[in-house]
C-alpha cells in the first residue's frame, strides 16, 4: 500500500531532500502494521511521540490503510 | 500545533471544532520554513543563559520585521479559533496585541466570539485586524473587544463564550482532554492552561497514562500540578524550562538552589506545602470577592456540544471538580 509520510519537528533532519509541504511517499506491504513502518524508517520509538492518520491519532492496535496520510510527531511540551 | 490539531483538541472558529483543515498552514514546521525563507530568525534567545532559544522573529515577504515572538497560543487564537489561515494576518495581529497592550489569547477568542455571534465571517482576517485596530481607536466597539470575550458574549448575548470566571480557556480543548477541564474549571486565575498542565498526562503517546475522554484520575493530575505550578511561579522558574523537572531528581535540585540563595532548608516536602497553602490563599480570596464554587463550572456548550471529529463531552462531574481542593485546612 502507498502512504504519504510527515515527520514534525526534527524528525527529518536524517531525510535528506525533505519537503514539508509534499512529505514523501512510502510503500508497504499490505499487512503493515506502523511498527513495521517505523522500522522502515528507521525512526527508534523513543524519539517519537503520537502518530496520526488522516488526522486520527493512531494506537498501539491501529492498522495502516492504503491511501493514507501518516503524521509522526515527536514528544511535545508546552503553554 | 498539529500534535495537539491531529488529538482534535485544537478548539478551531470559537471551539465549534476540535480539528482545523488548515492547521498545515499556519503550523510551527510551515512557519519556521516561511520565516527561514525570507531571512528572518526561527530562533533566537529572549532571555540570558538559557539554552532553549524559544523565541523567534517573523518578517514579511520584504523581510521586514514583524512582531517577535510568534507563539503557539497566538497562532492558535488569531488562527484556528477564527478560522484563519492566514500566517501573515496572524503575525500581524500579534505585533498589533503587542503593540496596543492587549493579550493576545483574550483578544483573540473577543474576536472568535464576536464572529461566532455573526458580527463578522470566520476566516476574515481582515476584518480580525480592524477589530483590534478599533481597540487603539478607542471605538464604541473597540471598547467592547478590549473588554474581553466575556463582555462580547453579553454584548451579542450569546450563549458560546469560552471563559472561567471571565478569562478565556486556552489552545487545548477540555473535551478532547478532560484533565485540561478540571484545570480550567478549578484554578483560581480562571481558565488557564499553565495553571495545571495535564495535556501529556493525557496523552498514551507521550507517555500519559490517563485516558482523555474519561474522569478518571483527572482531578488528581490537575490538582497535583496546580500544586507544583504555584511553585515553578514562585521560585520564578518559567514554564518552557520547568521541563527540566522531569530529570532525575529535578525537583530536588532545585529545592537546593533555594536552600543556596535563602540561606534556610528547603524541603520537598516544603514544596508541596507551600503549593497547597498558597491556593487555599488564592482560592478563599476569590471567596471573599463574591466567588462560589459555582464558579468552578465551565461554560455548558463544553458539557453539551460534542467536539468534532472525536465527538466527546467534557464528563467530569460538578461533584468530582469540588473534591480537587480537598487538602484544604480549616
Known amino acids: 500500500m502507498r502512504l504519504t509520510v510527515k515527520l514534525y519537528g526534527t524528525l527529518s533532519r536524517s531525510f535528506d531532500g525533505y519537503d514539508h509541504s509534499s512529505g514523501f511517499e512510502v510503500i508497504m506491504p499490505e499487512e503493515a502494521s506502523i511498527h513495521d513502518l517505523l522500522e522502515y524508517l528507521n525512526l527508534p520509538s523513543e524519539r517519537l511521540g503520537m502518530i496520526s492518520m488522516d488526522g486520527r491519532l493512531l494506537n498501539k492496535k491501529s492498522r495502516l490503510k492504503d491511501g493514507a496520510q501518516i503524521k509522526i510527531f515527536q514528544p511535545i511540551s508546552g503553554g | ?330
Request: overall charge negative; glycine content about 10%; some cysteine.
Open chain 2, 1 to 330: 500545533m498539529e500534535p495537539i490539531n491531529a488529538a482534535g483538541a485544537f478548539p478551531t472558529r470559537n471551539a465549534r471544532e476540535g480539528q482545523f483543515e488548515d492547521a498545515d498552514k499556519i503550523s510551527g514546521e510551515t512557519m519556521a520554513q516561511i520565516i527561514k525563507s525570507r531571512g528572518g530568525k526561527q530562533t533566537h534567545k529572549g532571555c540570558a543563559q538559557c539554552i532553549i532559544n524559544c523565541s523567534n522573529e517573523y518578517v514579511d515577504e520584504q523581510g521586514k520585521y514583524v512582531t517577535s515572538s510568534l507563539e503557539y497560543e497566538t497562532i492558535w487564537s488569531m488562527g484556528g479559533m477564527l478560522g484563519n489561515n492566514d500566517l501573515d494576518a496572524i503575525a500581524q495581529l500579534d505585533f498589533l496585541c503587542d503593540d496596543i497592550g492587549l493579550d493576545t489569547i483574550s483578544t483573540g477568542v473577543a474576536i472568535a466570539v464576536a464572529m461566532d455571534a455573526g458580527y463578522k465571517e470566520f476566516g476574515d482576517a481582515e476584518a480580525a485586524i480592524e477589530m483590534v485596530e478599533d481597540v487603539a481607536k478607542g471605538t464604541e466597539f473597540g471598547k467592547l473587544i478590549g473588554h474581553g470575550p466575556e463582555q462580547v458574549g453579553k454584548h451579542f448575548n450569546h450563549d458560546r463564550v469560552p471563559v472561567v470566571k471571565g478569562q478565556s480557556i486556552a489552545a487545548y480543548d477540555p473535551r478532547a482532554i478532560n484533565g485540561m477541564a478540571v484545570t480550567y474549571a478549578t484554578s483560581p486565575v480562571g481558565g488557564d492552561h499553565t495553571a495545571g498542565f495535564v495535556v501529556e498526562t493525557n496523552l498514551e503517546a507521550f507517555g500519559g497514562t490517563l485516558d482523555r475522554f474519561s474522569a478518571e484520575g483527572q482531578v488528581e493530575a490537575s490538582r497535583n500540578a496546580q500544586i507544583h505550578m504555584v511553585l515553578v511561579d514562585t521560585v520564578g522558574i518559567c514554564d518552557f524550562a520547568q521541563t527540566g523537572f522531569g530529570a532525575p531528581d529535578g525537583v530536588g535540585n532545585v529545592c537546593k538552589m533555594v536552600v543556596a540563595k535563602s540561606g534556610k532548608p528547603f524541603s520537598e516536602e516544603d514544596w508541596t506545602d507551600i503549593g497547597k497553602r498558597v491556593l487555599q490563599i488564592e482560592v478563599e480570596f476569590n471567596r471573599k470577592a463574591g466567588f462560589t464554587k459555582e464558579q468552578d463550572r465551565l461554560p455548558k456548550m463544553f458539557y453539551e456540544e460534542p467536539l468534532p471529529p472525536y465527538n466527546k463531552v467534557v464528563v467530569i462531574s460538578d461533584e468530582e471538580m469540588d473534591t480537587t481542593f480537598n487538602f484544604f485546612k480549616e
